[in-house]
């Protein structure tokens, strides 16, 4: 049997697994609940969930889509959330496995940064907050694995393309690695890559929020409009782009808050149209879904921008 469809079947799992356990972060951080106590129930009839009863996909179509406590329907959304996050986290694999300059320890920042950025777009839009728990951990998780598997930073291993996003610290990364040993060298450049994401993210959504505070206080000022939001964003916002900078580098920045903007501004636009929200559309959108999506196609495909520049352009690149 191929090795190469062995890791993939993990990487499924994997993500399977992960799928399932951010059901469990979904359900809870925003709740304050400890993420380990009291172990899972139905919330139906408070029946505990035993090990093979948890087994992701497999236990729901075993029981026939029903707890085996009550007898009453488990929601088919289960199956196919961890089906899907198995097959993002195969997809991850594959684009890792398929780029001969990239390491193989790259998968294990993209798929930490994959289900972390799953989890707060959808604990984001169902009740609009963005729990530091899991971008606070991002965040450190980043920073140790710069530490320990340096050769996983794109930067690192590839700097300067345009494709992973590793240009704007191509100068940085270079020079830190003539510092001390090769191996020393390495390290303080990628911590240097991650800080560097962090750093432009918080300037980014920074400047953009207290820009946007002036403005919009202005404007209740002059129009005498309470309705209008004192804030354009949360803080939650600024964390969030503070992990993708952090795992994905600085370009990414730039380029994932332009796709998230964008995403965001046609949603509103098709809300709109359909009238289904005639107030407050602007101020009322969750953040973090919007920025989910080029995110997620980031460590799938790429940089967007860049994948599109070279469709239209080829002759140019």
Known sequence: MDIRF?????AFWMGAIVGSFLNVVVWRVPRGMSLLRPPSTCPKCGHR???????????????????????????WKYPI????VGMLYWAIYLRVVQDDMLALSTILGWWWFAGAMLSLARIDYEKGVIPNLVTYSGVIAALLLAVIFPNGRPAIAKPGDLNL?????????IRLQEIGSPEVGLRLAAVADVLLGVALAGILLGSAYW???????AWRKRHQDSAVPAEPLG???????????????ADACVYLLAGGALVGFVVGVVLLARR????????SMPFAPFLAVPALLWVVYGNWFYLIFRWLAPSQI
């Open 235 to 249: 803080w939650g916002d600024i964390k969030l782009l503070a992990m993708t900078g952090a795992f994905l580098g």
């Open 49 to 75: 969930i035993r090990p093979w009863e948890n087994v992701p996909i497999l236990s729901w179509l075993f029981l026939g889509g029903k707890c085996s406590g009550c007898h009453q329907p488990i929601s």
């Open 81 to 84: 959330g961890e089906a899907a």
């Open 165 to 173: 996003g590793s240009v704007l610290s191509r100068p940085v990364v």
């Open 276 to 283: 289904k929200k005639a107030n407050g559309v602007w101020s």
């Open 211 to 217: 820009l946007g505070c002036k403005m919009l206080n």
């Open 6 to 10: 062995l890791f993939g079947f993990f």
